[in-house]
């Protein structure tokens, strides 16, 4: 029996959730178990407000605030929808987040130098004939966007794409393709130099040298010292010096 005379002491009290947010919850709920899938459409903000019994503005809240999140996709007069879901589309509020603050530049690319150098050690294992081929193919491709900073950012995605899917580890490469959408505004700024893109070129070559002869331990010191390349080379722009002194 508790002594009335003992008094629990909690370390805060309960809060009240706003009736958006447990909306929000509510929908994020039935994305995580499956039963909203992406593309999707969600009941009118009028069906909704009525099967959750609350009030339509705190659905448009909520809707609001999911689409934000890049979780919900609202198209003018045609309703909101499930979004595809994928990294571009989650990840975005962080990238803006991100390009706020440039002390986390240095901490993207050390997580992405443990992250993709364990991805390539992975792949040196898993990945398959077929995809080193391809690997190859982008290879060559790449030498010619030099000059090109778009294409070579789209060809530096394939690149790492490959290498992702080779590790044979779904988590891991969804891990790693997230921090690269994240770093895309940074990468933007650090691939206009015709130096900085064979800087990658070169780091791209070592990397498949070590997965074309199985050498995990050297693909993954030729992913970590590509992570730092990009990371040196990104801080290293005017734009980026600018922002660290303000």
């Known amino acids: 029996m508790i002594n009335p005379a003992h008094r629990l002491e909690f370390e805060r009290p309960l809060e009240r959730m706003p009736v958006g947010e447990m909306v929000a919850r509510r929908i994020l709920d039935m994305v995580k178990s499956g039963a909203l899938q992406p593309g999707d459409q969600l009941p009118t903000e009028r069906d909704l407000a009525q099967s959750l019994n609350v009030s339509r503005p705190s659905v448009r809240e909520a809707i609001r605030g ?10 003018q007069g045609g309703g909101a929808y499930i979004s595809d879901l994928d990294a571009d589309a989650l990840l975005g509020p962080i990238q803006f987040f991100l390009s706020l603050q440039d002390l ?5 690319y050390d997580a992405r130098s443990l992250i993709e150098s364990d991805v390539a050690r992975r792949a040196a294992v898993n990945i398959e004939p077929a995809s080193l081929a391809r690997l190859e193919a982008v290879l060559i491709a790449q030498k010619d966007c030099l000059d090109n900073p778009d294409a070579f950012r789209a060809s530096d995605h394939a690149f790492h794409e490959i290498i992702w899917i080779g590790s044979k580890n779904a988590f891991l490469k969804r891990i790693g393709e997230s921090l690269n959408v994240i770093g895309l505004e940074f990468r933007k700024r650090a691939s206009e130099s015709p130096a900085v893109l064979q800087q990658s070129y070169a780091d791209h070559q070592v990397l498949l040298a070590a997965l074309k002869v199985r050498d995990a331990d050297a693909a993954a010191k030729a992913a970590e010292r590509h992570m730092q390349n990009v990371y040196r080379v990104t801080i290293e722009q005017p734009d980026m010096k600018k922002e660290g002194e303000s």
């Open 66 to 75: 999911l689409a934000i999140l890049g979780v919900v996709r609202t198209v």
């Open 104 to 108: 986390n530049v240095r901490e993207l």
